[in-house]
T-cell receptor, first 119, second 109 residues
Framework: GAGVSQTPSNKVTEKGKYVELRCDPI?????LYWYRQSLGQGPEFLIY????????DSGLPNDRFFAVRPEGSVSTLKIQRTERGDSAVYLC?????????????????FGPGTRLTVL | GQSLEQPSEVTAVEGAIVQINCTYQ??????LSWYQQHDGGAPTFLSY????GLEETGRFSSFLSRSDSYGYLLLQELQMKDSASYFC??????????FGTGTRLQVFP
């Protein structure tokens, strides 16, 4: 079966613009995660969805960042008024983790990421 | 805050054994995972430890000591394709993984 896919693979935008990054999780995976990875760093947690709802958005850096998952499958990460510091690879991951199950009971499968460059 | 420490770089030759250490903060700890990431690629899951001891999966093994807040990834019979970055990641009593800064492994012929 298909893995996690993300589009676009690369996005170049200008400071102040709005961008949307899309994630298609593995079919049937109820849990979806967004991470941000800067060069030479590990992935940094942004937000976690269980089904359609954001179960934990504590990693979103500020209110310019927002994510949705309206039908419990595809998710979109939205960034308003982009800044140069937003440049990074945005990674999406999905898992079969059920509500209430401990995070560590299931493997997260990562997509290839979207490389965002803000000029 | 919650932080992990791992070496920034490790080098070894083909066929050798290498150990990548990871130390973490204890409060709320659930388990330690290891992920591999090739340049430009996605992180891929290697192993998970929730209890003390050694978990073996082929050439890769992972160890955890909860009392020492320490774990390691052991790679045996190194191959050129093992050249990649390796991340330890900790699950605390929340629904998110906290990743280390990664260890870049370079395998030489």
């Amino acid at each position: 079966g298909a893995g996690v896919s993300q589009t676009p693979s690369n996005k170049v935008t200008e400071k102040g613009k709005y961008v949307e990054l899309r994630c298609d999780p593995i079919s049937g995976h109820t849990a979806l995660y967004w991470y941000r990875q800067s060069l030479g760093q590990g992935p940094e947690f942004l937000i976690y969805f269980q089904g359609t709802g954001a179960a934990d958005d504590s990693g979103l850096p500020n209110d310019r960042f927002f994510a949705v998952r309206p039908e419990g499958s595809v998710s979109t990460l939205k960034i308003q008024r982009t800044e140069r510091g937003d440049s990074a690879v945005y990674l999406c991951a999905s898992s079969l983790k059920a509500p209430g199950e401990a995070l560590w009971t299931d493997t997260q499968y990562f997509g290839p990421g979207t490389r965002l460059t803000v000029l | 805050g919650q932080s992990l420490e791992q070496p920034s770089e490790v080098t070894a030759v083909e066929g050798a054994i290498v150990q990548i250490n990871c130390t973490y903060q204890t409060s709320g700890f659930y388990g330690l995972s290891w992920y591999q990431q090739h340049d430009g690629g996605a992180p891929t899951f290697l192993s998970y430890n929730a209890l003390d001891g050694l978990e073996e999966t082929g050439r890769f093994s992972s160890f955890l000591s909860r009392s020492d807040s320490y774990g390691y990834l052991l790679l045996q019979e190194l191959q050129m394709k093992d050249s990649a970055s390796y991340f330890c990641a900790v699950s605390y009593n929340t629904d998110k993984l906290i990743f280390g800064t990664g260890t870049r492994l370079q395998v030489f012929p």
